[in-house]
Structures are given as C-alpha cells and as structure tokens.
C-alpha cells in the first residue's frame, strides 16, 4: 500500500510503500522521524514496534500495547535514538496529566498519572522526575 508522510526532519512528503498487513493499524509520529506502530489488526493482536517510514524498516521491536489503552488525544515523542537499549517511548494523554511510558528492549508498557498545578502538568512516578 503506498501512502504519503510528512517528515519533520526532511521538511517534505515522502512517498512510503506500507506492506499490506499494516493496513488498518494504528500510527503514531515522533518529532524524530519515527513512527509507532501498533499492530492491531494481526496475530498476536497488540504488537508494536518503531519504524522508520523513509525506508519502511522496523528500528525497534516494543512491548505490546493495544488501542483501547491509548489515550483518545495523545503525542508521542522518544527520548533518545532508537534502536539504543534504554531509549524511553513515551505516549503522552493531551486532556490529563499522564503517560504511557516503555523503554526499547523492556518487557512491558507503565502508565504515569500526575497532577496538575494551575496549568502546569506535573508527573509522579518512579524514573519521571517532579517538577
């Protein structure tokens, strides 16, 4: 399936070939380049992983995460460069102050709730830092 990107990094539309089974699944850009893909529509259900849309290959395989625990308004950036062992996954929800949160070569998802101060949102949570 050919589809069109934009990419920041680029600053241009890129031409991406998509084989057939991403069809239907969920895709999630990075300010880095990268896209999360959640694999919703196959076997096993709920398998994720970043790909690099410029060339369509898989950079790094992640815990699984299914649509229903992604937040309706959501942003995801990373914290590093993946496939780097430790670079944090982060989905953020954009009407709460929480996350999703996971690391390249981790076993599972963690959620992270914070509070809010005034406007600011703060986040608690073993590995987050307080503001």
Do not use: I
């Amino acid at each position: 399936m050919a589809t069109r990107v934009f990419s920041l990094p680029a600053m241009k539309l890129l031409d991406v070939n998509l084989p057939e089974e991403m069809c239907g699944n969920t895709f999630l850009e990075t300010p880095q380049g990268l896209v999360l893909v959640l694999m919703t529509t196959s076997s096993p259900p709920a398998s994720a992983f970043l790909l690099d849309p410029r060339d369509g290959s898989r950079v790094a395989e992640l815990p699984p995460l299914g649509e229903g625990e992604l937040p309706a308004h959501r942003r995801c950036v990373l914290s590093g460069r993946p496939p780097e062992p430790g670079c944090g996954v982060l989905v953020f929800d954009l009407e709460s102050p929480a996350l999703l949160f996971c690391r390249v070569g981790g076993e599972r998802w963690k959620e992270k709730k914070g509070k809010r101060k005034g406007e600011k949102r703060t986040y608690r949570g073993r590995g987050v830092r307080d503001t």
